[in-house]
Nanobody
Framework: QVQLVESGGGLVQAGDSLRLSCVAS????????VGWFRQVTGKEREFVAV????????QYADSVKGRFTISRDNGKNAAYLQLNSLKPEDTAVYYC??????????????WGQGTQVTVSS
């Protein structure tokens, strides 16, 4: 059974940092790209970042470029999203997903349950 478990969310102030983790089980993690998405209640889920299976290629949404960093450790079946210089508009539930490399939800096969990030002003 495939499982993705996110952790690391929380309540922080604007300008603070967080590190989100996504740990996978039940699949060959190193065969998949990993994406991070986020969703605000009442809005569509939006792409945040993606990393290839090897970690050599990364892509970011314009809204987070220069502030967020995606990485992975295939030996630990884990991916990470470092969130720096957080803004109130970054408040959302953050999801990790595995699948093909891309920015569309349809390119991902498995999803985690999400972790809440709340940034106060």
């Amino acid at each position: 059974q495939v499982q993705l478990v996110e952790s690391g969310g929380g309540l922080v102030q604007a300008g603070d940092s967080l590190r989100l983790s996504c740990v996978a089980s039940g699949l060959t993690f190193s065969s998949y790209a990993v994406g991070w998405f986020r969703q605000v209640t009442g809005k569509e889920r939006e792409f945040v970042a993606v990393i290839t299976w090897s970690g050599n290629v990364k892509q970011y949404a314009d809204s987070v470029k220069g502030r967020f960093t995606i990485s992975r450790d295939n030996g630990k079946n884990a991916a990470y999203l470092q969130l720096n210089s957080l803004k109130p508009e970054d408040t959302a539930v953050y999801y990790c997903a595995v699948g093909k490399y891309g920015s569309r939800e349809s390119e991902y096969t498995y999803w985690g349950q999400g972790t809440q990030v709340t940034v106060s002003s």
